[in-house]
């Protein structure tokens, strides 16, 4: 576990438009996922391998 803030950033896909989700990829074996819009609202975590399948899955289609 790491003790890091979460660095947030939006897909460079994303037209900045301010309906993004975020994600934090230096958290070590979590991945959290946020509403751009709502910075301090609820946060999810996934398992790194279960966000990669989620990207792969994203990326073929």
């Known amino acids: 576990m790491t003790t890091e803030s979460p660095r947030w950033f939006t ?3 994303s037209d900045n438009g ?3 989700v975020e994600v934090a990829l230096n958290m070590g074996g979590v ?4 509403d751009s819009k709502d910075p ?3 946060v999810v975590e ?3 391998r279960a966000f990669a399948v989620f990207v792969g ?3 073929g289609r």
């Open 11 to 13: 897909s460079s896909y």
């Open 18 to 20: 301010g309906a993004c």
């Open 31 to 34: 991945v959290p996922v946020r």
């Open 40 to 42: 301090g609202g609820p």
């Open 46 to 48: 996934f398992g790194v």
């Open 57 to 59: 899955g994203v990326r």
